[in-house]
């Protein structure tokens, strides 16, 4: 269902841009009438000439990247301070309500929990309704699309509604929920939607590989938008969605994130909630004196713990979405409501953080921001002295429980945010995880900071100075480190400067961050990667660095060596056959089935509009048309009556089309697709010598049978049958009065001769690897380019093939994910042979190629009759 | 002289790994001995497993990543802190001289200009003579390295020494220069040092493709640990050394940047510089509200006029060295005497900023650092009212002069420091433009930032409370535009914020910064760009985004259509004649001439090797042999005495080779290449299957007047021609008693054999792309994979050949530096020419494939005994 592209669309994109450039050309070239109008008269003619230079120049400024940028940056920032603003309107509707009721405790908690019962409810059923693929984050989809994977049902409109009416709901009911995410998916479902709408205007937007790179810069507008944070924004979306980063990309995304943060901040000095452009959550540490040297262990012990708390948060996730997977019964309930589990973890959470109930001992009235703002705070809750005359401001008071420590209550705050947050994260809302993680991070922060402050209540002694410990700093350090350690970032840190408007803890920050993603890092995936596994989604595993046995498998160990080819003397027939067996998306072209010297590629769909074409009803009728002239002939000749063979005639039948692929190569489209990637739709124009068949029924009906008997092995792929009732139309000038039998006998007899791959588009460039590259350079180049497969050759001879698949195999057979590391059998193999065997089937293979070479040319030598007939062909 | 590298010698890195790892590996079956050492008794026997083992755990630790780039960041660390150290130490020497013999102008001028003149003059001889590689930026050289080009000499310990050496006495000078580029170049130093040192603990540090991952990292310590600024060092090395970025890359550079200026800082701790670890150039600026919004024009006015600053800085720059290398007579005179030009230089800069001098207008006692201080100080300089009770500190003392105006000075110091900081950078000493920007930058900014303050003296009104302008402010944003402009990069910001530990101003910088950087880059590449193009370093030019035409030039307008190739039965004639005609690196072996299939490519020197090898002194005897025997046999029959036609023996004569590439495959190696990478070291091995020729005396002497007749056509190459006279010892076994006629006759012949290509080592999958292929997407491939060249196929057939050159030639022809835009003659005439006509050239070419094979086919199946001959040497 989803289609792979890897060169080749690629070159389309290129062919795009170029039809586009020409029809701009062209756009230019006409305009002569212009000047013409010039010479008229008449004060609505100069109006119209002013109008028409406008026009022209707002076309050619539209087409610039800049002007893209910034309005994709304002679109965001207004979207981002809009859902803002919605959010912090449901949240005080929320407070006002349960506040409201303070008399009775019952109305109060029905009034606290409804809320965002209904409020997740409705999210999770809009979003259900409108596009279900807006549930979740978005990233893991992102990262795959960035990929070079077409998900082309993620960057719609109707995705886009379904994601910002739904975060809006989600982050309104007050659960542990994120926006970071969502954001980085709205803006790139902005940046897709921005595309469409400019292409109206230029055709340079109708292009590819252009989208990949603005949704790139998309990406790092989304977290730049949501947080403020430009240059964080722009580094997390690069090691968040990207293996490989176009620097010259690099400057799109500070242009576009610095805009766009920049429209966000001034939004809300606009709106009088700020005075002056200044940080989301402004912290006010000491600049003369951050931190003391003696602390950094501290700031070290928080780096670690969080490693470990990221991966067990990761693990936790991915337990509980595989616990409701398994559960055949919960599923299928589930799947009957679909509204029900939403719904009971929504009631559970909020019952469990019901303020005059458990909350009390979590601080469940305050909201994430006020939070936040309170583990930010400069003051400590804990020192004995200054207990009594600190006056709480209302955040920081939440903390103070007259039964309870304050140490007691950021644990349990932070043990059941971590499985609430965990929990939250598995609906079927559109929500992120940063978020909440954050939260949990600065609340393992602060308690480790009030921890210090407890153990050191003078501060600490340097050179005669005495500083007291901020326990605000140790509040950012693990906010940093436990978001980092979940997402395996480094550049959290970077949002936590921008965050907090203050880099004088850069250090710590920075120490931390690095510890929790080097233990992260050994024990589990991302939380990314972790749900892209989960969603199988196709995407291609990151090498872990350090497996030096990686570097001893070789492409010769993975790859499938039965390769399907067809060569340049192949019959329709063979053709046939190979569109039978398996799935393949292209087939190889090799010269011929000895020399196997690879050509090219062609498609699937390409091989199919062949076949499709020579079994045509128009080849048909040409045929009977000749078969008739030649009878003619033969009756002006002989004068018998024509063969009538009563028969069965094939006007009125039933015709089955399976396409397995929606590309838009297939040749007969029932269902019209409509391509996410603009690119592609232009590929029609671009196949223009191929005369693709435009009505189902041209296929022949011995194609029918064929084509259903192909075996559909791959579950993952919808199967889209349109069965096409066909009533025949009257054909003027040609009549099919052939029996079926004898279209049967018809179409095998065509089926014997020679393909003729003249109206055929090949790849003439597949890309090609050889026996001996490694593993680690196959992953590479399969991650620079995009590929999805690549043909394995050996001095112009194909002998195999990898594909994703193959590669991801070999991976994750090198790597498991516990850290048990698998060798291919042969890799082991080859350490006890030398190099000396591997150099000699080399030589051997060359032997071969020069064997065969020498006895081609000797018929050349030898007999001058065959070389003569050599020489004229060329 | 320098030696590209493409998928070649990546193919021999991953070899040289498995090597390694091979060895390991054996290194680990050898294990047994120690366990029988376990059975003997004694103490000492205990000890030494104890050591065994301590040393064998230490050896594979060793081998891991994050102790290197440990290593790395300390040594980097030490070698700044100390460095730091001589050049504060040098510069309070300078200030000593002058101060103390404040009672004579005349004598204090002396020692403050002799001072300088010594240490530059110093700098330069000792720069040229170590290694005169050393001179310079050298992040334009890092560039070029990470591209993929080697540049082995400026890897090297002597450069490490020079560089070092000679940017201590530069900086110590008291010039405005800068060691943020140099220290760029010795963290690569360091890494490559570190690399061959460790290699000697573990194999697997001989691997090129790990170096430049390490060398990439490298590049972000040097920035690190320079200005105490991990985040922002990590991304200008990115900017400024990247095209492509691998993201698992990333997690490097922050690691080995962050524990470098980690240590850097803590270094300046316990040496009591600084009480705590903090930011290099703290600033205190308001945190509450640090600029308000109606400042934002002046901020963008400081980004555009900076933008324009920095792209003159660049031409002004070029434009000295250009005349200095125009004027021929200066030229030589300069050529001889080395140290005058640095002298000169530096008695007129030290001169002109004499403090009692003119230096008083542009406060040249300052140091850069003092300078920066005073310049990101909170207080203006300005306000009337508080102009008198002011307590001016040393620093800022320096702007105020009893008879000038602030306004004045400061714009004498920046026009006076531009022009200073442009001619010194050009200096042959090792030094960088970063600083001396940044400093003049700051200057430009708090002129503005002065202004301002004057303008508004009671500051600007907000909401009733009155903010007084920050002047201090006004200068970081100026800082980090004009670097920014200077070296196109955004991240300056970032090492902004680092710098002065305050992130208050993001948005400010970041649109200055982005508003610099757009002007800058649309008038003038980047300083290190520059400096590539001045140096002319092969180096491939960054596409310029929004220029929609390169769409239009393909692969086909630019590719060189007559390639040199040879055929699998290609004689050794040819591959003479192939040898003789240009300076190629790889030749394309195609099947035939006739179906130019392209089977792979062979490197020049393997030619050489296959050449020189079949006109051997061996097969030569062996042939004298062969010969004798068959005489011998002759003589038993016909008994008549051999042949002694008198002659003049071969032994002692005179052979030429001349070899102008370094390559490790040069047949013979009378000088013994030291190549950089280790990785080559290995490459003999590799090559075991080739009998390399040892002795220079192998090549016949036919060869050697063949390979003398080779026109010496690139200037670029350094030719080493090496006279080896041979005294030839007596050889046993052999008697070579061939006159100088029967040699060349018998060389004759030889060269009409076909080649034998069995011990040739052959690259079986070069890199192809195809006719269409846009010039946009060609360059991005040659930047993914660091290629040299590419062959052009279609449907494998070899057509063409692009390689660097023409793709440079091609960029600068559409984009030339003066904005002039050239389109290569045929993307014309494609345009009025549809797609129609090429997807029928793309027809015609499958016909010709096709009617060949056909052709080829016919006799296969007309003439069983040539199909039968041809099966059987499958």
Redesign the interface.
Known sequence: YRVMYGRYT??LG??A???A??IR?DGRHRSPPLKLLEYEKGRCVRCRICAVHCQRFLMSRV????IFLILLGLVMALVSFVMDFCIALLLQAQKWMSGGLDSNVILQYLAWVTYPVVLISFSAGFTHIVAPQAAGSGIPEMKTILRGVVLKEYLTLKTFVAKVVGLTCALGSGLPLGKEGPFVHIASLCAALLCKFMSFFGG?YENESRNTEMLAAACAVGVGCCFAA??GGV?FS??VT???????N??RG??AA?FS??IF??LA?WNRDE?????LF?T?FR???????QELPAFAVIGIASGFGGALFVYLNRLIVQFMRKQKTINKFLMKKRLLYPALVTLLISTLSFPPGFGQFMAGQLTQKETLVSFFDNRTWTKQGMTEDFNYDSHSAAWKHPQANVFVILVIFIVMKFWMSALATTLPVPCGAFMPVFVIGAAFGRLVGESMAAWFPEGIN??G?IYPIVPGGYAVVGAAALSGAVTHT?ST??IV??LT????H??PI??AV?LA??VAQSLQPSIYDSIIRIKKLPYLP??G??H??K??IRVEDIMVRDVRYIT??STYRDLHEILLIGNLKTVALV??A?SM????SIERAQLQALLTQHLSRERRLEFIRDRADAERKRVSVVSTPSSEEGGQKVNHEVRFQISTEESSFTPARPISPKPLKPALKRTST?E??IEIPTSPHDSGIGLKNLLCARPQTDAMERVCVCVCVCVFQEDPDAEDDMTLGEIEEWEEQQLDEQVN???CK?D??PF???E???L??TH??FS??GLDHAYV????RLIGVVSLRELRKAIEGSMTVKGVKVRPPLASFR?SG???TS??S??TE??????????????REH?PN?SD??????
Chains 1, 2 share one sequence.
Do not use: C
């Not at 087409?63 to 800049?66: H, I, K, N, S």
């Not at 990207?242 to 010259?248: G, H, P």
């Not at 408007?501 to 004088?504: F, K, L, M």
């Not at 007939?869 to 060329?874: A, G, I, L, N």
């Open positions: 690629q070159e290129v062919y841009r170029e039809e450039a020409r050309e087409g610039e990247d800049w340079i430009p240059i580094l690069i090691e990207s293996t490989f980063f176009a620097v010259r690099y400057w500070f242009f610095t943060a920049f901040r001034v000095v005075e002056t452009i200044t940080a402004k006010r600049l003369d004196f951050p931190f003391d040297l340097t050179d100075i480094v840190a970077v400067f921008e408007g203050q880099i004088s850069i250090l920075m120490i690095i993603n080097a990151e090498l660095w350090g030096h046995e570097y001893n340049l003397n010269e011929s000895e010297i690879l050509l090219g671009a223009k010598n791959f003249n109206s090949i003439p460039a090609q690897l050889v001996r590259t490694s680690h350079k590479t180049i620079l380019l050759t050996s001095i112009g350490d030398t190099s000396g150099s000699e080399e030589a060359l032997h071969k190629l020069w064997d065969r070479h020498t006895s081609i040319s000797i018929p007999q065959t007939s050599d020489e004229k062909s060329q």
